[in-house]
């Protein structure tokens, strides 16, 4: 049914129907329906068990004796690897900055490239561990920095020869907890340009990459990547954004970015382990009230965003399925986000929020195919 809805909405869009009028028209023919929080989740574990992990966690913090620590993941990706590691050695900047890469259990040629790197550049330090994920593998990273800030490059991605220096010279003189740059895509010819902003919001200007940015290394005393999820970036927007007082975004190119067309971005339709994406909105939130987090309109108005991506990413699942999950997702509204001390601030979003207070369904469902 919701391929058919799918194909409805772009036929629509196509013919320039307004977003309302789509929802009005997509609405018909779903059926209302919801169940209880804990058999929506029962239900749902039996599709794809809840992972084990959790965002809060302690680093005993090093010696800051780098400006800037570099940390790489790398799983079985020879064929982009040294370009990413001469990208990164090659910086012009008179900042200090060590190398970490860890190899999360490569089984192609991949250690033995790092060894010869190792060899000629003294500020590169290898980390090789078990296959267990890029959750892992970064918090392993984060665990083995020394360095006053942080940066995650992805090894099958490269950077520009101003990377640090575009990045370290506004975080130092304006003393920034994170600082992001723009990027372009490596194999899709597209780009994405931030306005120079030194009092960027981070709600509203930065994507949710955790790459092309530096962020203070403290802002990861307490907080790190939920292993055995996919989707783990999420971590940042819930326990690392509301942490920093002090945002720049700036206009350079200083990232090239690599589209995986086997990533889990790519593949999430498909998998079960789509339903990763609702659970750690659970875990994170889980988290943010363990830890004392404090929730405020900006997280709510994500978390609203939040819900539809949910929903786009395991569409294909059964409608019974996604009764579960819209159960569950309105649940966590209206616990974490009491109407009476929240408010929406993109009005965008306000449909998707009157259809979780409501309890609605078909309004949510035909909201959130708007928005494919």
């Known amino acids: 049914m919701y ?3 799918i194909k409805l909405n772009h036929l629509l869009r196509k013919m320039h129907v307004p977003p309302k009028k789509r929802i009005g028209l997509l609405k018909f023919g779903i059926s209302q329906q919801t169940i209880s929080y804990d058999e929506a989740l029962a239900k749902l574990n039996k599709i794809s068990p809840f992972p084990p992990g959790t965002s809060i966690g302690t680093y005993d913090l090093k010696k800051e004796i780098y400006d800037l620590a570099i940390i790489v993941v790398t799983y079985n990706n020879q064929d982009y690897l040294n370009k990413c590691i001469a990208s990164l050695v090659e910086q012009r900047t008179k900042y200090s ?20 790197w190792t060899q000629r550049f003294p500020n590169i330090q290898v980390i090789n561990c078990l296959h267990g994920g890029v959750a892992r593998a970064r918090n392993i990273g984060l665990g083995a920095s020394n360095a006053r800030y942080i940066s995650f490059v992805d090894a099958d991605d490269y950077v520009e020869k101003d990377y640090v220096e575009g990045l370290m010279n506004p975080a130092s003189k304006y003393n920034a907890d994170i600082v992001e740059g723009s990027y372009r895509t490596i194999n899709k010819a597209e780009k994405f340009i931030n306005k120079t902003d030194l009092h960027a919001n981070a709600f509203q200007n930065l994507y949710g990459y955790p790459w092309g940015k530096v962020y203070r290394r403290r802002l990861f005393e307490n907080a790190k990547f939920p292993e055995d999820f996919w989707f783990e970036d999420t971590m940042a927007i819930y326990r690392i954004w509301p942490n920093a007082r002090k945002i720049i975004t700036i206009s350079d190119i200083i990232y090239n970015y690599r589209i995986n067309e086997k990533g889990i971005t790519r593949s999430a339709f498909s998998n079960v ?25 900006e997280l709510y108005t994500f978390t609203l965003q939040q819900m539809v991506t949910n929903y786009i990413r395991i569409h294909s699942f059964k409608n019974e399925d996604l ?3 819209f159960s569950i997702m309105a649940k966590l509204i209206d616990d974490y986000f009491p109407s009476s001390k929240f408010n929406c601030l993109d009005n965008d979003s306000l449909i998707v929020e009157k259809a979780l207070r409501e309890k609605d369904y078909p ?5 959130a195919l708007t928005k494919q």
């Open 3 to 5: 391929q058919k809805k």
């Open 97 to 116: 900055f060590s190398i970490i890469v860890v190899n999360d259990g490569s089984t192609d040629h991949t250690a033995t490239m790092l060894t010869d």
């Open 273 to 297: 382990k789509a339903l990763d994406s609702l659970y750690i909105t659970i875990r994170l939130l889980e988290d943010c009230r363990k830890n004392g987090s404090l929730l405020d309109d």
């Open 323 to 325: 009764v579960a999950a």
């Open 363 to 367: 309004l949510f469902i035909a909201a």
